[in-house]
């Protein structure tokens, strides 16, 4: 019998990524071009260089796309690029599929599909940026998965407070954007930012 | 891509199931190889069919001629429907078509991917 346990076979962690002739990942070339990660591989290898060559015919490409179809940007807000261009990274490092909705219905959703939806949820709490979100799934009987979430947090607030709305904006979205069951959130505040900063406008000295 | 190629009545099948699933609300698209597509349309490996896509439907028969079918399906969905919800109509339309289509056969499993959100 099918259960949550079992995850379908099609749905590689890999993804549809690609190894270069030179042994990179074409993902691993892209995160770096984009981080603006350089090391004396990535500088010299042609083949790097050509996947880097290709990724920015693809924004190009994808740009002019834009131009040609301006009816469809009113729907999002969100710019057509940026949106094309995030499928397409998903689809080279989607992570593992997580079960969706109850246990034993054998749907799924992609990780890092998952892990963006939690992690815009988090920040839409004032002041907060969301790192790394980790998904797995949760030890013992306790239903559902285990959300792992890094934040940046605002400097002179209540931290415990703070964590609580965080948590259960993530909660929220998890049950009303996805149907996904959560067993646990757990919040670790890496960084505090200096909240100051924020209010810099019409606050001008 | 995967281990058998599917005979040509079952390539009819996977294109008729793509398309139930892309007519479910809620579904943008099934899952479309995009980086592949946009490299190859860069005229880099590969060239497109120009059929639809079936990237996002796997095929297989059951363990014997008796046994129900094993659907598995990607897909891209929108951000304003729960995922959940869209899923499930997914795996509703497909049993639904496969049980019109085989009426002998016992029901499909349908294994439901969400792979991405627009």
Known sequence: MTTHTDPPEGTRADGDDERLPCGRPLSQVWDDWERQVSDPHSATCPHCRHAVRDLEQLETAVAGLREETPETSAYDAEPLTRRVMDLVRLELRPGRPLPLGEPAEDLWIMETVAARALRSAAESVEGVSAGSCRIVDADGPAAGVEVRLDIHAPAHVGLQELAERVRRRVREAADRELGMVIASVDIRVTDLVDSGAENREGDTA | ?118
């Not at chain 2, 497109?48 to 363990?63: E, I, Q």
């Open chain 2, 1 to 118: 891509m995967s281990a058998s190629m599917p005979s040509a009545a079952q390539a009819v099948l996977i294109e008729d199931v793509a398309r139930v699933v892309e007519g479910v609300p809620g579904v943008a698209f099934l899952k479309p190889g995009l980086a592949a597509r946009l490299r190859s349309a860069l005229g880099r490996a590969g060239a497109g069919t120009g059929g639809p896509s079936t990237a996002g439907v796997r095929l297989t028969p059951g363990p014997h001629a008796a046994a129900g079918w094993h659907v598995d399906v990607q897909v891209v969905v929108v951000r304003q429907a729960r995922a959940v919800e869209v899923a499930r109509a997914v795996r509703r339309a497909v049993e639904q078509d496969l049980a019109v289509r085989f009426p002998g056969r016992p029901g499909s499993r349908v294994t439901v991917t969400i792979t991405g959100q627009v």
